[in-house]
C-alpha cells in the first residue's frame, strides 16, 4: 500500500488537513494494563480500527486515528513520528501498548511482530502461530520498517516504555470482512476468520 511521506506529525497534518477527513477516537478501561491502538485506522490501513475495537471490547483502552473518504493513504504518519496528543496522554497512563497496522502482502508471513517487548511478542507469536497463522517476529527475521526498535516508535511510548506492533497483511484482512474490506460498509459484516484471529489476541492478554 503506498503512503505518503507528506505529514512528519499530528500538527502539520491537521493544519493541511479538513477535520472531516479524520477522527479522533480514545477510549479508556479503568483499571486497563493495556492500550490496543492503530494509528492508521479507517480507510488508512483498513481493518486495523476494527480489530482494535474487538481486542479490547469492554476489558481494554482503546484509540484508533481514523482516516475518511478517498485517498486515506495520505494521511498516513509513520509510527516513530506519530504524536497526535490523546494518544501520547494514554500511552503514559498504561503499562503495555499493542498497536495493530496493515502491511502489504508478503510471501513468507501473514503476521509480523515487532516491538521491544520480547516476553509478550513471544506469548502472541506462539498463540497465533499455534493457531495456524503464518507468523514472524522481529527476533525469527529482520524485516526494515517493521520491526518498531525505535524508542521513540509510538508503541513504545507507553509507561514501561516497551509495547508490541502487529503488522498484518492485506489478504489476512481481506478475509476478515464480508464485503471489500477497502470501502467503511464492506466492513460492517465481519467473517468467523475476523472474530477467531481477535480472539486469539484477546485470550493472550487475559491470560
Known amino acids: 500500500m503506498k503512503k505518503s ?41 483498513p481493518g486495523t480500527s476494527e480489530i482494535v475495537e474487538e481486542v479490547a471490547k469492554e476489558d481494554f483502552s482503546h484509540y484508533s486515528f481514523e482516516g475518511h473518504g478517498n485517498g486515506c493513504a495520505s494521511l498516513h504518519i509513520t509510527s516513530h513520528n506519530f504524536d497526535e496528543p490523546k494518544l501520547i496522554g494514554q500511552l503514559k497512563k498504561h503499562a503495555t501498548a499493542i498497536s495493530i497496522h496493515g502491511m502489504a502482502n508478503r510471501q513468507d508471513c501473514d503476521i509480523y511482530i515487532g516491538g521491544l517487548d520480547v516476553e509478550l511478542i513471544e506469548k502472541v507469536n506462539k498463540i497465533l502461530s499455534t493457531a495456524g497463522y503464518s507468523v514472524l517476529t522481529r527476533k525469527m527475521k ?16 507507553c509507561k514501561l516504555k516497551q509495547g508490541v506492533q502487529i503488522e498484518i497483511s492485506d489478504s489476512l484482512r481481506k478475509s476478515f470482512f464480508k464485503g471489500d474490506y477497502k470501502k467503511k460498509r464492506g466492513r460492517a459484516s465481519k467473517s468467523d476468520a475476523f472474530y477467531i484471529f481477535c480472539g486469539a489476541i484477546r485470550k493472550t492478554l487475559l491470560s
Open 142 to 157: 529482520s524485516i526494515p520498517g517493521l520491526e518498531a526498535t525505535d524508542p521513540n516508535n509510538v508503541t513504545n511510548r
Open 5 to 45: 511521506k507528506e505529514y512528519r506529525n499530528y500538527k502539520e497534518l491537521k493544519s493541511k488537513v479538513a477535520p472531516k477527513r479524520f477522527t479522533v477516537k480514545p477510549v479508556n478501561r479503568l483499571d486497563s494494563e493495556f492500550l490496543i491502538f492503530t494509528p492508521h485506522g479507517g480507510g488508512i490501513e
